[in-house]
Nanobody, 114 residues
Framework: QVQLVESGGGLVQAGGTLRLSCAASVSIFNFKTMGWYRQAPGKQRELVAVITNGGNTNYADSVQGRFAISTDKDTVYLQMNSLKPEDTAVYYC??????????WGQGTQVTVSS
């Protein structure tokens, strides 16, 4: 069974940086896309960033220019710069297989203090 394991969350002051990692138990080339979503308390889960197997990326407007998604072998990263309190959420790694099955990690908490 394929597993996704996130790490790198934590508490940071506004303006700070964090780098999230999501390690897959198989090569990421098994996936059509990989992405990061987040869910703040009382809100729906939303897309933050996605990267395709071909390397194309897409970002939510709210993080454009501040966050960067990248991959390496079996890991997908989310570099988060200029963090804001509104970025506070649980961040989830997602992988979409070529058979369009959606896989999720367990989530990692990111808290940005003002």
């Amino acid at each position: 069974q394929v597993q996704l394991v996130e790490s790198g969350g934590g508490l940071v002051q506004a303006g700070g940086t964090l780098r999230l990692s999501c390690a897959a138990s198989v090569s990421i080339f098994n996936f059509k896309t990989m992405g990061w979503y987040r869910q703040a308390p009382g809100k729906q889960r939303e897309l933050v960033a996605v990267i395709t197997n071909g390397g194309n990326t897409n970002y939510a407007d709210s993080v454009q220019g501040r966050f960067a998604i990248s991959t390496d072998k079996d890991t997908v990263y989310l570099q988060m710069n200029s963090l804001k309190p509104e970025d506070t959420a649980v961040y989830y790694c997602n992988a979409l297989t070529w058979m369009t099955n959606s896989l999720w990690g367990q989530g990692t908490q990111v808290t940005v203090s003002s």
